[in-house]
């Protein structure tokens, strides 16, 4: 099973840009949907965007549209989150997560989140 770890939030000004990046293990890397989700303070969990395996296909929320950009780097077995314009309503933790396809049920291996906060 894949595991993820996040890094790269942080607290950035708003309209600012931000990284984040989710290093994975396993050598299956490829195969996997990898998504990002996040979680504001009093919030469920929601979904922001996700990437095909090959890169291909990519999905987002409504509220990021070109604003963030998903993409991956197989090689080094690492998706990223580019987060432009940000706005006070993206705070939240960020979660990485890994899964067989790009339903939200089907994302199963999940990391600790990285903190982003965005002040007005």
């Known amino acids: 099973q894949v595991q993820v770890a996040e890094s790269g939030g942080g607290l950035v000004p708003a309209g600012g840009s931000l990284r984040l990046s989710c290093a994975a293990s396993?050598?299956?890397?490829?195969?996997?949907?990898m998504g990002w989700f996040r979680q504001a303070p009093g919030k469920e969990r929601e979904f922001v965007a996700y990437?095909?395996?090959?890169?291909?296909?990519?999905d987002y929320a409504d509220s990021v549209k070109g604003r963030f950009t998903i993409s991956r780097d197989n090689a080094k077995n690492t998706v990223y989150l580019h987060m432009s314009s940000l706005k006070p309503e993206d705070t939240a933790v960020y979660y990485c997560?890994?899964?067989?396809?790009?339903?939200?049920?089907?994302?199963?291996?999940w990391g600790q989140g990285t903190q982003v906060t965005v002040s007005s």
């Open positions: 997560a890994a899964g067989g396809g790009p339903s939200r049920a089907d994302f199963r291996s």
């Open positions: 396993g050598r299956t890397f490829s195969v996997y949907y």
């Open positions: 990437v095909s395996g090959s890169g291909r296909s990519t």
